[in-house]
């Protein structure tokens, strides 16, 4: 063992390449231009195209969603129709989750940070990348012509027999823009597996990957396995609709149950390709502004893939009530109490990495403890709905509505917001307003209270979801929860006008302002198109803050055929020098 | 740029360090796509499983509709496809284009041969009125032996999953034409020969579907 080890060392020569604080060839300067864009195959590009692409589409369902509010204010009709508002519901959800939450963190954040992170000059496949992007857009389009021919009002599941019935071209639009959206999820999930596999720098062995590669990759192994499967389905439900083959339709003999174990086969795995790239966020952000080496590294990095793993097995508790056996419910209760451990392990580890750290309250940070706070309060609830008995009670009221908000807005919108503003500096050169920041955070945290902790109460107490009318004794509780929505609405407004400004006045950024230690810090920011100019070497842990800047940054002092991260370096000659 | 190094092979994309990393990661991504594919037909075995579990006999009826010694005869050709489309990655790891071409254009007729003996078989089908869907209107002849309320289901199972496959084969025809043309201006070696041996793995996949679908649905009794 020892003596094959010894032979597949390899002797780098490395050299301090110090990032520049004024680059003056970064990758915003060197393809210009609508065009070079449009057919660029950097990653870092593509991330902020789909970055925009996703603020776009939450900007427009966040919209819709102050329209419900607000029609909700009063118990019996405020403003719109019955019928428009089961179509807006639906399509909130719909865009919500498969154009905003899914795509957001891996394929906008992930794609810019990801090859930084393992210190490759792209993915392993960039034109698929780019095709990708492309897909994304035609899934949309496909959604605005379910609008253009009448809109759809199934809620984002697409149940059968609502979405079989003689819902008119609409429902068919809408599934076959989901069917496409889907692959442009796989390849951006085919994409990462195979660049966390082949392409890392040298040095990167697997227990020095950063937390957030971790993540993604397990993220990318639930969009690989679950995805397809949703894409059948939708395949199935479109020529339901178009030709009537009965597969889901019990009046033709399907099996509309059958449908729902199809959805939540990939659904419940998507609720994790969801929040687990934001659990990547949080660590790298809590370490950062902790100073301090993450505690139990690999406790958090597997517990990523436990999820994965176990997230597979409890797709049956979306279905207490639907006509499942007594079995089935039971194992899939158990089995759904089994996905609050590794949660609960990340939780401790990011509680345990803060203590005796020396913490910097910077706006990142401020959104992990709210994330902290929220997503808590989200998985607990969760596991109270898993519990059978409870969840006969529950099921279908805001009870419901109110865990999967505090899960997929306080977790995954808030560790989104949480690494905008930790590599808002690295993706555009320029510093926010670090107090308008603050004040947006707070703002959302007592606004996101505000609407959704009343929905517990109501749930709790028989308010159905997806209603367009209520009984009086609720009226306080709904008009608190628009009150609520109204600040989270203020809130973004603020978050996205300072951002836009420092794009155009901000301050120039140095290239590392947190002082990380993260591989994607030892860059210019904004980077140079092909992320680092030399090869980057790593003999560190990502996040071994008592050892020094300076072996940080080293990259080949030589031209070398490097690729082979396993092969690390046995001899490393630290010579100062500016690059 | 310092990262750029000068030694690159002009087959070598930019951001790959060397040959071997980028025919290592094509490969490992094709792999991937291969468990998509797997999971994407595993959707519509489990649908078939669901409804043989409802309806048993409606299986074993609805099966004699369908011609097994066409189905044999195309489960051969697609085998035998796969044979020449691994002869062919053997050619390219030789240096032996002018094999390599042959191989490929061997591989590209059987799949057309499969292809038109499917046309046949949807043809002859359709004519009786076995058809997906609100198109189910079968005629007298089928109603004779298929007596089954929810006959058309095993139908729109068949189409779905040998439709889905087609396409697949199709696809896999695209490739292979795309391939032999580029052998044919000299962009394969031994040294590069990396589309040649995904789009191999891809057509295996195809072939080991349908190794599957033609038991599940033509020899079941
Ligand atoms: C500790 C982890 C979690 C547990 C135990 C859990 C459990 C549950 C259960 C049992 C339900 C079904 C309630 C019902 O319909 O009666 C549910 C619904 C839901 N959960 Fe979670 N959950 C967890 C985490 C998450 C996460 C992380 C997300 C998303 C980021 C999420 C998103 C959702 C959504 C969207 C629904 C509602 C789906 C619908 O019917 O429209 N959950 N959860
Ligand atoms: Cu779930």
């Given at each position: 063992m020892a003596i094959t080890e010894a032979k597949k060392m390899t002797t780098l020569q490395v050299k301090r390449f110090k990032p520049s604080e004024n680059p003056t060839n970064t990758f915003l300067t060197d393809e210009k231009g609508v065009w070079a864009w449009m057919t660029t195959v950097d990653h870092k590009k593509i991330g902020i195209m789909y970055l925009v692409a996703v603020a776009f589409f939450f900007a427009l369902a966040g919209f819709l969603a102050i329209a419900l509010r607000t029609e909700l204010w009063t118990p019996a009709k405020t403003f719109i129709e019955a019928d428009t508002y089961n179509q807006l519901f639906t399509l909130h959800g719909a865009m919500m989750v498969f154009f905003v939450l899914v795509p957001s963190i891996p394929a906008a954040l992930g794609n810019f940070i990801l090859p930084m992170q393992l210190g490759a000059k792209d993915v392993a496949f960039p034109r698929l990348n780019l095709a990708s992007l492309y897909i994304y857009v035609a899934g949309a389009i496909f959604t605005f012509a379910a609008l253009a021919s009448?809109?759809?009002?199934?809620?984002?599941?697409?149940y059968t027999p609502y979405s079989s019935d003689g819902n008119g071209a609409g429902v068919i639009w809408v599934t076959l823009g989901v069917f496409i959206l889907g692959f442009s999820s796989i390849l951006t999930g085919t994409n990462f597996i195979t660049t966390i596999h082949k392409?890392?720098?040298?040095?990167?062995?697997w227990d020095r990957l950063p937390l957030n590669i971790w993540a993604l990759y397990a993220t990318s192994i639930i969009q690989v396995l679950a995805t397809p499967v949703l894409a059948i389905t939708i395949l199935l439900l479109s020529f339901e609709n178009i030709m009537d083959i009965g597969i889901f339709d019990p009046a033709l003999g399907g099996d509309p149950v059958l449908f729902q174990h199809f959805f939540w086969f990939y659904s419940h795995p998507a609720v994790y390709i969801m929040i687990v790239p934001g659990f990547g966020i949080i660590s790298e952000v809590i370490s950062t502004f902790s100073k301090k080496t993450v505690f139990g590294y690999w406790a958090i990095a597997l517990s990523s893939l436990a999820i994965a793993f176990i997230g597979f097995l409890v797709w049956g508790h979306h279905m207490f009530t639907s006509g499942q056996s007594a079995v089935a419910t039971t194992v899939f209760s158990f089995l759904t109490f089994l996905v609050g451990i590794p949660t609960g392990i990340k939780i401790f580890n990011w509680i345990a990495t803060l203590y005796r750290g020396s913490i910097d309250m910077k706006t990142p940070m401020l959104y992990v403890f709210i994330f902290l706070f929220l997503f808590s309060i989200g998985g607990f609830t969760g596991i109270m709905l898993g519990a059978l008995s409870v969840d006969i009670h529950l099921h279908d009221t805001y009870y419901v509505v109110a865990h999967f908000h505090y899960v997929m807005m306080g977790g995954t919108l808030i560790a989104l917001l949480a690494g905008l503003h930790y590599w808002w500096p690295k993706m555009t050169g320029k510093m926010y307003n670090e107090k308008l920041a603050q004040i947006s955070a707070v703002l959302i945290f007592i606004g996101f209270n505000m609407t959704f902790l009343p929905q517990f109460i109501m749930g709790a107490q028989g308010m159905p979801r997806r209603y367009y009318n209520y009984i009086d004794q609720f009226t306080p509780f709904h008009q608190t929860s628009t009150i609520g929505s109204y600040i989270l609405g203020v809130a973004f407004l603020i978050i996205l006008y300072y951002l836009v400004k420092s794009l155009f006045s901000g301050e120039k950024a140095p290239s590392n302002p947190w002082n990380s230690?993260?591989?994607?810090?030892?860059?210019?920011s904004p980077p140079d198109f092909h992320n680092f100019d030399h090869t980057p070497v790593v003999i560190n842990g990502p996040y071994d803050y008592h050892k020094p800047m300076e072996e940080f940054q080293l990259g080949l002092a030589v031209s070398h055929e490097?690729?082979?991260?396993?092969?690390?370096?046995?001899e490393v000659d630290t010579t100062e020098e500016k690059a | 740029m310092a990262n750029h190094s000068a030694s690159h092979p002009a087959h070598v994309q930019h951001h790959f360090v060397d040959s071997d990393q980028q025919f290592d990661s094509a490969k490992l991504g094709m792999w991937v796509f291969l468990v998509n594919e797997i999971l994407f037909f595993g959707g519509l075995f489990c649908a078939y499983i669901i409804f043989r579990a409802w309806y048993p006999e409606l299986f074993t009826q609805a099966a004699l509709q369908l011609d097994k010694v066409w189905g044999g005869v195309n489960t051969i050709v697609l085998i035998g496809s796969s044979l020449t489309v691994a002869m062919a990655i053997r050619s390219a790891q030789r240096n032996e284009i002018k094999g390599l071409r042959i191989n490929l254009m061997i591989t590209i007729l059987l799949a057309c041969v499969f292809l038109v003996i499917k046309y046949f078989e949807y043809e002859h089908k359709l004519h009786l009125g076995i058809a997906p869907g609100f198109f189910w209107n079968p005629a007298p002849e089928v109603t004779a032996t298929l007596d089954h309320p929810q006959a058309n289901i095993f139908f729109s199972i068949y189409y779905m999953m040998t439709g889905i496959h087609g396409l697949h084969v199709l696809v896999g025809i695209g490739l292979m034409i795309w391939l032999y043309i580029r052998a044919g201006k000299g962009h394969f070696s031994a040294e590069y020969y990396t589309p040649v041996e995904i789009t191999g793995l891809y057509w295996h996949l195809v072939d080991l579907i349908w190794i599957f679908l033609f038991p599940l649905l033509y020899l079941i009794e």
């Open positions: 009448g809109g759809f009002d199934t809620g984002w599941t697409f392409l890392r720098a040298p040095g990167i062995t230690r993260g591989l994607e810090w030892q860059s210019t490097g690729h082979d991260a396993e092969h690390a370096p046995a | -």
